[in-house]
């Protein structure tokens, strides 16, 4: 039988590539529904390619435009974020969670208390509300399944029967497009520089987080609440070719890691296809081409946010996700060249710094204190320019 499908955030490049895997086998799989925020023409030209039963678009304003656009075709159009969430609730097998940022979350707790799986490609939700999803998979009886490459190749490697067996996870980083730079040179650098990745194609947001090694330490993060093996056993290596996207070392001294080339569509169909393997378009690794691999610490004096985020892990409650908020409206702000690049940190450092780690005991807590945070970057945001 064909496995049903949805995707949240069809539109994005996450959703593309899984659109790309899903294409290639269509007798494998049942669209039942994909979802944008605001791009009608690609989700509508999505959905006819698929014959997804649903569309639905975030803004209600471009209702209308969907459905004009679906008209002939047997997709059902819908509008608005609780259309998002129904469709996140409509029982597929496998969901792709690929919306970017806090609007994610609510849709990705809607498909988790489906009890299906769900494949997570939003940080932010995990960040934010770990222990709250977690908790709800749980209950539902739900798989959970990381796509971010680096979770996603700890999970390959990972002895799910007996967590006690590891001794550390280590979470490579390829440490940026500034990964040799001073802390004088990175004071000078454009947001035209910060988003060029040297290995992966991604939004500028996630882009920028790379460069600063944010990322990492957000990742650390969800690593925390992904892998039952406690905050102390997790490490950052930087490992600039990006082969080797994450290591498990075991108890005995032995280490396995997950090699693959850096294209998203390896993840994305482990994940698909789990737990059996699908074919991938994507080129073979070839390890003699590759001649070499590094490894180096991350120096956290010129990359400060990742000691930041280890901070805010380890003082725990809701301590990540004020720093998410805070990061994700200082990036904006540099990415608007508001702020220089070094600002990021600090503008960061001072939001968090202001808030004592109090947990949130439910979903609107956790978004209550995510808004709370951002209003309160704004501010410092404003003084900073003042």
Request: with cysteine; charged share 25%.
């Amino acid at each position: 039988m064909a496995r049903s499908v949805s995707i949240l955030g069809a539109t994005g490049s996450i959703g593309r590539s899984t659109l790309d895997l899903i294409e290639r086998e269509d007798d494998a799989f049942d669209v039942i529904a994909l979802t944008a925020r605001s791009d009608v023409e690609g989700l509508a030209a999505a959905a006819r390619r698929t014959r997804a039963r649903h569309a639905v678009i975030g803004d209600e304003r471009l209702y209308p435009a969907l459905k004009d656009a679906l008209a002939g075709s047997e997709t059902q159009a819908a509008a608005g974020n609780d259309a998002i969430c129904e469709a996140a609730a409509l029982g597929a097998d496998w969901t792709m969670a690929a919306i970017v940022g806090t609007a994610g979350l609510k849709p990705v707790m809607a498909a988790l208390k489906q009890g299906k799986t769900v494949a997570l490609a939003n940080k932010e939700s995990l960040v934010l509300a770990g222990g709250l999803m977690t908790h709800a998979a749980q209950e539902a009886g739900a798989t959970l399944l990381p796509v971010d490459s680096e979770h996603n190749a700890v999970f390959q490697c990972f002895p799910h029967d007996d967590p006690s067996r590891v001794r550390r996870i280590i979470l490579t980083a390829s440490g940026g497009p500034f990964r040799t730079l001073s802390r004088e040179e990175m004071a000078r650098v454009t947001p035209a520089q910060a988003v060029k990745h040297p290995n992966w194609s991604m939004g500028a947001k996630i882009s920028v987080d790379s460069a600063t090694l944010m990322n990492k330490g957000l990742e650390l993060i969800e690593a925390h609440h992904l892998f039952p093996v406690g905050s102390e056993k997790l490490s950052v290596l930087v490992h600039p070719q990006s082969v080797v996207h994450s290591l498990v070392e075991y108890v005995d001294g032995s280490m396995l890691a997950q090699l693959g080339p850096a294209d998203m569509r390896t993840p994305i169909a482990h994940t698909l296809a789990w737990p059996q393997r699908m074919k991938t378009p994507c080129e073979p690794l070839d390890l003699a081409k590759v001649g070499r691999l590094d490894f180096e610490d991350p120096d956290l004096d010129r990359f400060p946010a990742l000691a930041l985020a280890l901070e805010a892990l380890a003082a725990g409650g809701s301590r990540a996700g004020v720093l998410n908020a805070a990061n994700e409206e200082a990036v904006a702000a540099f990415l608007a060249g508001r702020i220089g690049f070094l600002d990021i940190f600090m503008v960061v450092d001072q939001v968090v710094s202001r808030y004592d780690p109090r947990p949130a005991e439910t979903i609107d807590e956790a978004l209550m204190l995510d808004a709370e945070s951002r209003r309160e970057t704004a501010l410092a945001l404003e003084r900073r320019a003042a």
